[in-house]
């Protein structure tokens, strides 16, 4: 397998955003390579780099007639600075902070193809779930401590939360499709953390595919699309941690091809007060941190950037509103609950086909 790798600095999309709902990387890749005959497809390839403040990997196979491996490290790269050069908070001149900071309020704003692309979806899941999805939450998310001001080892009072709420809501956002503008009716700030790393693996699949790949593992900061077989010959398998502060563990594995996973969880960034511990993910529609007991969830889905986006929205919802939702989208989730005795698994119809072995609900 040969790797190429790059040394180049991140640039951070939306720092605040990732501390939001998905600060942890709750899946372990299990690659396996093997020995033995060579595979027709050719020999695999693994490529890695910096973006989003974060990391990317990429393994494929590399086929006869293949781009070089350097050729397709550039391919890659310049994808996802393209995204970040339009959603990165970090950059004074993106589109987003140029919407943020400097365009006033209802004066439609011309957005390009791909940031239209990615409000709309992020409109549509926080519409769905009734505000608990939400890209405006990051002066929430910055009162807590969670974000770009640092850390907070008291909870804020009540005044300040109410405050902060008044700056946060999706519903002073209005996308116009046909135009491809946006509008907001207050001074909100936009912070697409919570699915632009999911768009830029949307982004990076579809390069490769264009330069005749098939068969590739694409992950950015922990969310991740695959395709084809994995040099195994079978499902790429894709390991999920068990959610267990202070220790890496697996709680099970899932065989995916061509279908894209992302997990977002709620148990390694908090801070306790008073005896009381407060968690990362913050309810737009409260204030507050949550309080319910879903701690890890995975979903699988055709769309990375959707997947990314409901993974945040169920860590809000919680295990029980979060699977009524799914199931009447007929998504493939995977819950993970803690319990007093451990923890309790379980999952909607649709994850079934993913898993190695049958789980059965509230196993523990």
Not at 105 to 132: C, D, M, W
Not at 205 to 230: C, F, I, K, N, P
């Amino acid at each position: 397998m040969r790797p190429v790798s790059s040394s180049s600095s991140p640039d951070p999309t939306g720092g605040r955003g990732t501390r939001i709902l998905r600060l942890c990387v709750l899946l372990l890749l299990v690659l396996v390579a093997g020995c033995g005959e060579r595979d027709p497809r050719g020999e695999p390839v693994r490529l890695s780099g910096a973006t989003m403040g974060t990391t990317w990997n990429v393994t494929y196979l590399e086929p006869p007639g293949a781009p070089a491996p350097e050729a397709v490290h550039a391919g890659i790269q310049a994808a996802l600075d393209a995204v970040n050069a339009t959603m990165s908070t970090y950059r004074a001149d993106s589109e987003i902070s140029r919407f943020n900071h400097e365009h006033p309020v209802g004066v439609p704003f011309p957005v390009s193809a791909g940031f239209g692309v990615v409000i709309e979806a992020a409109l549509a899941v926080g519409a769905a779930t009734g505000g608990a999805y939400d890209i405006t939450v990051g002066p929430l998310v910055d009162l807590w401590g969670f974000g770009a001001t640092g850390d907070i080892v008291t909870p804020p009072p009540a005044d300040a939360v109410a405050a902060a709420r008044a700056r946060v809501g999706q519903d002073a956002l209005a996308f116009e499709r046909g135009d491809l503008s946006l509008t907001k009716s207050k001074p909100v700030a936009l912070d697409v953390s919570s699915l632009a790393k999911g768009y830029a693996v949307d982004e990076v699949t579809a390069w490769l595919s264009g330069q005749g790949l098939a068969d590739y593992l694409v992950e950015v900061g922990g969310e991740m699309r695959l395709a084809g077989r994995s040099p195994r010959g079978g499902p790429w398998r894709i390991a999920i941690e068990q959610p267990e502060p202070g220790r890496r563990g697996i709680a099970g594995a899932i065989l995916v091809s061509d279908a894209a996973v992302a997990t977002s969880g709620d148990y390694r960034n908090f801070f306790e007060a008073g005896g009381k511990r407060y968690s990362h993910t913050i309810d737009p529609r409260t204030g507050y941190p949550v309080a319910h007991d879903l701690v890890s969830v995975t979903v699988v889905h055709d769309n990375a950037m959707l997947a990314d986006a409901w993974a945040t929205a169920f860590s809000v919802l919680g295990a029980q509103r979060g699977r009524a939702v799914a199931e009447a989208r007929s998504l493939a989730v995977y819950f993970i609950q803690s319990a007093p005795d451990g923890y309790v698994h379980s999952h909607t119809p649709g994850f079934a086909r993913y898993m190695e072995s049958p789980l059965k609900e509230g196993a523990r």
